[in-house]
Structures are given as C-alpha cells and as structure tokens.
C-alpha cells in the first residue's frame, strides 16, 4: 500500500504573533497527517519589527535576511505561514517543495510575489482582517474631531472651561453633512455602514470601486480633484 507523505506547515512568528501563539491556536486545528513546525523570528521586539518591515516595504523582501535556521527549515515545507518575516527569492529557492505561503495580514509586501509565482506558489493574504478595527477607529477620530472632544478634554485637564472653537460657525453635527472616502474598500463601506445611522450624505473616490455596491449604500462614486 502506498503511503501518502505527511503535509508539513512551517510557521514563523514574530514580535507581534509569537510562534509559541501560533503553535497553540494552530495545531487543534491541524487534521490527521499535518505537521506544524514553527520557529520564531527574533527581531527585539515590536519597535525593531517596524524597523525591519519598513525597509521589506519600502525596497523589497531580500532587504532583511531571513532568520537564522529558515532557509534550512523550509526546503521540507509544504505550506509556509509568516506574518511580517521576509520571503524573498533566494529563501523560495530553498523551498524545494513549498506549494503555498499564507500571510497572516493584507498586504503581502514582505513576499516576492513574482517569484513565488514563477515557481508555481501560490500566496494567500488576509484582506480586511483589521477592517472592523480600523472603520472603528476612523469614526472615533470623525466623532472627536467634529465634537472637539480631545481639545475640550485638554482645555479641561488645565483647569479652563473652553467654549469657543474653530468650527463653532459650521455647526459640528454629522447629521446632514457630506463625508468623503478615499479609497472605497472594506474599511471605506464599513465606515459608510456604520454611519447611515447619522443620516450623512457620502462622496467615494476610487476607480476600482463596483457601482453596484456604491448605489446599495448610497454612495455617490467621483474623481478627485489632482
């Protein structure tokens, strides 16, 4: 009888995904015959990590080695999962049979993707995993602003009572007024979704937008101005 080689995972963590987190949240999800290896990318901490992702972004993958042991590692992988670790061309030429890379963000800039792809690899990513937080946040910041929460928090905290503000004369109500969304993704609908309560018309900029989905919120798709 023909035995079936066992599908090998490789997962590296991070300062933000530890690969102690990954190892606990993965393997009871793991099915009869998945192996789960992960080793941990030590990059000092969060403040080193944005250091190093910045470079991976703003020149390419191959700006930051990979960590110590991964190049070894990954030629017996079958899937690859990293979050912000660098998969650069030199690291998927050891990865003999590598036939996926997950990551476990949105952006996948941290992956050679042409190479990835020119060896047959397929790469997964993880759209809108923070949208919810983000379009949270984004209205957060709109309430604040409007309603000059932070200034007047500030003023109080030094002993003043302010009552006059910069936008006293426009009325800092959102009811009525016109918002507009750069960038009509899932971050840009669910900021829309979340403010039809406030009963606010709405602007879109982004040619990549569906009509469709505008129209089903009410959104009104235009140029932006250069």
């Known amino acids: 009888m023909q035995r079936h080689r066992q599908i090998r995972i490789l997962a590296v963590g991070d300062a933000l ?14 099915p009869t015959g998945v192996l789960l290896r992960t080793i941990q990318w030590e990059t000092c901490g969060c403040e080193e990590l944005q250091r190093l992702n910045h470079l991976v972004e703003t020149q390419s993958p191959a700006a930051v080695p990979p960590p110590p042991g991964l190049l070894e590692d990954v030629a017996e992988a079958d899937i690859l999962f990293v979050q912000f670790c660098p998969v650069s061309e030199d690291l998927l030429r050891a990865a003999r049979r590598l036939r996926a890379i997950v990551v476990g963000r949105s952006g996948v800039q941290n992956v050679d993707v042409a190479a990835a792809t020119a060896r047959g690899i397929a790469v997964l990513n993880t759209p809108g995993r923070n949208a919810e937080a ?5 209205i957060g910041l709109l ?5 000059n929460i932070a ?12 009552k006059d503000y910069a936008n006293d004369g426009t009325v800092p109500e959102l009811t009525g007024k016109t918002l507009g969304v750069v960038g009509f993704g899932q971050i840009g609908r669910l900021v829309v979704e979340r403010l039809q309560g406030f009963h606010m018309r709405f602007l879109a900029c982004d040619p990549y937008a569906k009509p469709q989905a505008a129209a089903r919120l009410g959104v009104r798709l235009v140029e932006l101005p250069v």
């Open 151 to 162: 200034r007047a928090h500030a003023a109080l905290k030094q002993g003043c009572w302010r």
């Open 17 to 30: 995904l530890t690969a102690e987190t990954l190892h606990e949240v993965v393997t009871p999800c793991l």
């Open 143 to 147: 309430l604040c602003e409007a309603r």
């Open 134 to 138: 983000v379009a949270e946040y984004t």
